[in-house]
T-cell receptor, first 118, second 115 residues
Framework: DARVTQTPRHKVTEMGQEVTMRCQPILGHNTVFWYRQTMMQGLELLAYFRNRAPLDDSGMPKDRFSAEMPDATLATLKIQPSEPRDSAVYFC????????????????FGDGTRLSIL | AQKITQTQPGMFVQEKEAVTLDCTYDTSDPSYGLFWYKQPSSGEMIFLIYQGSYDQQNATEGRYSLNFQKARKSANLVISASQLGDSAMYFCAMRGINTGNQFYFGTGTSLTVIP
């Protein structure tokens, strides 16, 4: 089965360090999403791309977070500088646009990056 | 605006029994899709089942079925013959024709299956 691949699975680093998370979407999917999940806030949408173009990054703290898709097989989420409050699980998901009238495709999630900022 | 509401923070069910997890939604989109995801304690998000707003029949996938009541704007997940491995968080989600690719998620329901 095709899968969304995220690396690293776990990351522990000190406050102030740069963190880069990577995502390989499912081949053929044209949308990529980044989510952050915490106990307090639940699942939050940070950014998403369609055909590699950023469509919405309003959920992302602009001063320290950045998301890019350098090519169709790679999406990145960077935090610089990182802070303890960034500790969370970060998910990447990919999907396709609406198919036939009334038919919608699900998102498929990667296994997440569990990030701990000390 | 789109909104998904899951009012049951936690549910318990006896093994082998059926359980219904509630989901209501609010949208002005004439066409939309509804989804359920499972998140076990290991953390991954697993797609379970999909229902299109124009679908005449309720969706079924193995032991999962979706009780779709369009007039009431509800899309409840029914799990039949619960198994211990069904213990997990369950999220309801929606995407609509006017919101393109964006998904809206509920806050989730934690299901515990009791042996």
């Amino acid at each position: 089965d095709a899968r969304v691949t995220q690396t690293p699975r776990h990351k522990v680093t000190e406050m102030g360090q740069e963190v880069t998370m990577r995502c390989q979407p499912i081949l053929g999917h044209n949308t990529v999403f980044w989510y952050r999940q915490t106990m307090m806030q639940g699942l939050e949408l940070l950014a998403y791309f369609r055909n590699r173009a950023p469509l919405d990054d309003s959920g992302m703290p602009k001063d320290r977070f950045s998301a890019e898709m350098p090519d169709a097989t790679l999406a990145t989420l960077k935090i610089q500088p990182s802070e303890p409050r960034d500790s969370a699980v970060y998910f990447c998901a990919s999907g396709s646009g609406p198919a036939a009238q009334g038919a919608y495709q699900p998102q498929h999630f990667g296994d997440g990056t569990r990030l701990s900022i000390l | 605006a789109q909104k998904i509401t899951q009012t049951q923070p936690g549910m318990f069910v006896q093994e082998k029994e059926a359980v219904t997890l509630d989901c209501t939604y609010d949208t002005s989109d004439p066409s939309y899709g509804l989804f359920w995801y499972k998140q076990p304690s290991s953390g991954e998000m697993i797609f379970l089942i999909y229902q299109g707003s124009y679908d005449q029949q309720n969706a079924t996938e193995g032991r999962y079925s979706l009780n779709f009541q369009k007039a009431r704007k509800s899309a409840n997940l029914v799990i039949s013959a619960s198994q211990l491995g069904d213990s997990a968080m369950y999220f309801c989600a929606m995407r609509g024709i006017n919101t393109g690719n964006q998904f809206y998620f509920g806050t989730g329901t934690s299901l515990t299956v009791i042996p």
